[in-house]
């Protein structure tokens, strides 16, 4: 696998962007067993989640006692004490919030905050830089999601790329209302967020409108469906790759069949439960929603979405 030289002496990332429960964490694995390509998880919530809570990474050691990241720590930072994990997650909550958008994609927020969205910008500049130089990887992959996250990214000075996954969101809405438990905690329990169908309509909606604000302001942009993925995951992770301006062979993508993928172990943080399943993991339409959904709230999700669900192909 080769890289295309982009000029630069900066980290390429490739950034997932969408929706929750639109499949991002499976295809960010799958992407992830090529070699030269180290995935990341949700960093936007690494510093919470991960420094501040010391919720699991996908190694199942608390972050802290990752030898992975704490590689990383020393290499960016000189060693993760050298942050304050309550400073830096109050950065991020309030820097990277959807109403911020136009604020990191145009020069229209005032000077105060600029200077705090500069600072969060350096940090995750520096944390990135930090992982290359562990890994040497020519491609770093991040499924944070958020349109937001992406668009922060410009001022980290990183060579950013941005995937849009989407998936049905009568599938999307049905999954965001399902109790999902979340492994990685490691005082006590908790769940993944859950929203009734209209707001998940109406969150999926908003994502694919603030996903496509990021093109209209210059930044490199292909789609991925979920679906698509499913049916063909050789195809799609070399698409994806080729857009990432990483050059594979057929011996590259050789942990993809029809109707499975081999997942390799990881250090990922925060994020979907999948990114703790290790070895073969079957590919099937996840499809529930046609029977399992009420007609209720098919119709609200139906309505919401109408435009930009047709636009992506779902009828």
Not at 68 to 81: C, L, M, P, Q, R
Not at 188 to 202: H, V
Not at 269 to 292: C, H, I, K, S, Y
Request: aromatic content about 6%.
């Amino acid at each position: 696998m080769t890289s295309e030289p982009d000029g630069a002496d900066r980290p390429r990332i490739l950034l997932l962007a969408g929706s929750g429960r639109s499949g991002s964490t499976l295809i960010e694995r799958a992407v992830g067993g090529v070699a030269g390509v180290t995935t990341l998880g949700e960093t936007v919530h690494l510093w919470e989640r991960g420094l501040r809570d010391g919720e699991l990474c996908s190694c199942e050691r608390p972050f802290r006692e990752c030898p992975f990241w704490s590689e990383v720590g020393d290499a960016a930072f000189g060693g993760w004490d050298a942050l304050d994990p309550a400073e830096v997650s109050a950065l991020r909550e309030v820097v990277v919030r959807t109403r911020h958008l136009p604020g990191l994609l145009t020069p229209l927020a005032g000077p105060e905050w600029r200077g705090r969205r500069d600072e969060l910008g350096a940090l995750i500049g520096s944390l990135f830089r930090g992982v290359r130089a562990v890994t040497g990887s020519q491609l770093l992959l991040d499924s944070s999601k958020l349109p937001a996250y992406a668009a922060l990214l410009r001022h980290a000075d990183v060579d950013v790329r941005c995937v849009r996954v989407v998936r049905d969101p009568r599938g999307v809405a049905h999954s965001l209302g399902k109790t999902v438990q979340r492994p990685e905690v490691t005082d006590g329990s908790a769940t993944m967020y859950r929203l009734p169908p209209a707001k998940a309509a109406l969150w999926w909606s908003v994502l694919e409108l603030q996903t496509g604000a990021l093109a209209v302001r210059g930044m490199p942009l292909t789609t991925v469906r979920y679906e698509d993925f499913v049916a063909d995951p050789r195809g799609v992770v070399g698409r994806v790759l080729d857009f990432a301006g990483i050059r594979t062979g057929a011996a590259d993508l050789d942990h993809l069949q029809p109707g499975a993928v081999q997942l390799p172990p990881g250090h990922l943080v925060a994020g979907n439960p999948m990114r703790f399943r290790t070895g073969t993991v079957a590919l099937r339409p996840d499809e529930a929603w046609r029977t399992a959904m009420g007609s209720r709230d098919r119709r609200i999700v139906d309505l919401l979405t109408i435009g930009l669900r047709q636009r992506h192909g779902y009828r």
